[in-house]
């Protein structure tokens, strides 16, 4: 069986996803999805799991879609599927999700940031949308990232292309902290360890604001409201 891509620790109320394919700077492909998409079977067998951290190996979180596997045989026809059935996995964990970016983060890995309810971005972290300077389609991005930063933002964002530092992420928006390194992250992640039971239900009411009607989502928190007393 070959070795997985993703490395998964628990240590109490904490779980640790670490992207392991540092030879290919975790560069996305099936395999790696895939993985990811059982680790998570693991994380949701964990009650006690209050906070996922989700970072990468080696010198990059990931560089995006794997140009290598597009070069062989161009974007396999399930891949975008596949990625976005992943992703909303990781989405919908009850625990708070957080994404450790350093090093490398472009593409279909800031995709995957965004899908955490909050992003710590290391100094030395790179981020970018290469896929506008390369004149390829950007996948599902601006789906999601209009949906984070809003649509005037994203549109800014989509059409520049180019890197963003650090610094100028956190203005768009894109992430919410910015941290000399990974060892500096850990006094914003240690709080997530003690969330309280409602944090569950408070994410699910908030995606539903996101995704359903207003009239939905009104009827959807009142009734959760109700049933909690």
Not at 1 to 29: H, Y
Not at 44 to 64: H, I, K, N
């Amino acid at each position: 069986m070959a070795q997985s891509l993703i490395g998964l620790t628990v240590d109490g109320p904490t779980a640790v996803l670490t992207l392991d394919r540092s030879a290919k700077l975790n560069a996305l492909n099936r395999e790696l999805l895939a993985d990811l998409g059982a680790a998570l079977d693991r994380v949701e067998q964990e009650p006690d799991v209050r906070v996922v951290v989700l970072r990468g190996s080696g010198r990059a979180f990931s560089v995006g879609l794997d140009l290598t596997m597009v070069a062989d045989e161009g974007v396999p026809a399930d891949f975008f599927e596949l990625q976005e059935r992943v992703y909303r996995r990781f989405e919908a964990l009850p625990a708070v999700t957080v994404a450790l970016v350093h090093g490398f983060c472009l593409g279909g890995a800031i995709q995957l940031a965004l899908t955490a309810d909050v992003r710590i971005c290391c100094e030395d972290a790179k981020l970018g949308m290469p896929a506008v300077d390369e004149g390829m389609f950007p996948g599902l991005m601006p789906y999601r990232l209009a949906r984070t930063v809003g649509p005037r933002v994203a549109v800014r964002l989509m059409l520049a292309g180019g890197n963003l530092t650090p610094a100028e992420a956190y203005e768009a928006g894109l992430v919410d902290h910015v941290v000399p390194d990974a060892d500096a992250a850990e006094a914003l992640i240690a709080p997530y360890r003690t969330a309280l039971h409602a944090v569950p239900l408070t994410k699910r009411l908030i995606g539903h604001g996101l995704t359903g009607t207003y009239r939905e989502a009104y009827d959807d928190c009142l009734a959760t409201l109700k049933a909690d007393r």
